[in-house]
C-alpha cells in the first residue's frame, strides 16, 4: 500500500511539473486516477457534488468530528455511509491549487469530519479559518468532482 501511496505521490509531482491546474483539462490526473482505480481492488471512485466551508461559519468549530483540529485544505466533511472517516481521498481536481502556506496542493484531503447536510454523494471541502479563505477555490463550490480513496489514516489527519 506504501509503495502505491508513493507512486501516486510521484505521478502527483510529475503533474505539477507540467503545470497541471486544478480548474482545466487534466490528462495526466486522469491518468492518476485510472492507476489508484486499478491499482487498488476495490476503490471507490465517486462523482461527489462539493461545498466549501470555513471556521466561523454558522455551527462550523476548530475541531472535526474525531476531535481533531481541521486542518486547511486538507479536512474533508463526507457521509460516513459513502466514505468511511478516516480516509484519505485523492481530488484531482485540487491538484496545484494553492495552499495557506503557499505551495501547492496535491489533492490529498482527509475524510475527518461530517455535517447534516452531508448525504450521500456529497462532501464538503474545509478552506480555513474565515470566508476569504474560500476564494481560490470558489470555482469548486458546487461543481461536481472526483473523488478517489487511497487508503485510511490512524490519528489525527496530518498538517
Known sequence: MRRRLAALAAFSALSLS?????STGDPV??????V???ALPGAGVFNVK????HAGAKGVGSLDSLGCRVVPMRTLAVDKSIIPRRTVVFIKETVGLKMPDGEKHDGYWYASDVGGAI?????D?????SAASMHPMKGLNLATLT???V???TGCPPK
Not at 18 to 22: D, I, L, M
Not at 29 to 34: P, Q, Y
Not at 125 to 129: A, D, N, Q
Request: glycine fraction near 18%.
Open 18 to 22: 507540467f503545470g497541471a491546474q486544478a
Open 29 to 34: 490526473g486522469d491518468l492518476i486516477t485510472s
Open 36 to 38: 489508484i482505480s486499478g
Open 50 to 53: 462539493a461545498t466549501l466551508y
Open 119 to 123: 448525504k450521500g454523494k456529497r462532501i
Open 125 to 129: 471541502l474545509y478552506t480555513g479559518h
Open 147 to 149: 473523488a478517489v480513496k
Open 151 to 153: 487508503g485510511n489514516f
